[in-house]
C-alpha cells in the first residue's frame, strides 16, 4: 500500500527527503472556492500518527506546530500541512480534490490494519 503525499514538503522533514517538492515553489494563484470544504476534510480526517513532538513553523519565527499525520486511506497529510495550506495559497494535488468533492467532503474511516499502519509510519 502506497499513500499519496497531500501538502508534505521536504523542509518539513529538515530537507530530508529530496522526493518532495519545496514548501516555496508550491504556492499558486487560484484557490479552490471550496477550499475552507477541502480543508476542514483534512483537518477530521482520522489520525494516522500522533506525534508528541512540535517542530518550528516554517514561516512563523518562535512559533511551533504539530507534526501528526492524517489519513483517509488513499492521501496523507501532516496536521502542520493544514496550517500552511491554511495560511498561504499552497496547491494541493487536483486527484485529491477530486477525491474530496466525490467523498461529499466527508473523510471516510479507514481499516486499520498493519499494511496502512506501515504505509503511514513511511511518512514519519
Do not use: C
Amino acid at each position: 500500500m502506497e499513500l499519496k503525499p497531500v501538502a508534505l514538503y521536504r523542509e518539513m522533514y529538515g530537507g530530508e527527503r529530496e522526493d518532495l517538492p519545496s514548501i516555496h515553489n508550491a504556492s499558486g494563484r487560484i484557490v479552490e472556492p471550496d477550499r475552507a470544504q477541502i480543508l476542514e476534510y483534512m483537518r477530521t480526517a482520522k489520525s494516522g500518527l500522533d506525534v508528541m513532538e512540535a517542530v518550528p513553523d516554517l514561516f512563523t519565527p518562535g512559533e511551533h506546530v504539530n507534526t501528526s499525520l492524517q489519513t483517509d486511506g488513499t492521501w496523507i497529510w501532516r496536521v502542520d500541512s493544514v496550517r500552511y495550506a491554511t495560511i498561504r495559497p499552497l496547491v494541493l494535488p487536483a486527484l485529491f480534490i477530486e477525491d474530496v468533492r466525490a467523498r461529499g467532503y466527508v473523510p471516510p474511516a479507514p481499516e486499520w490494519t498493519e499494511e496502512l499502519s506501515a504505509a503511514v509510519q513511511r511518512w514519519w
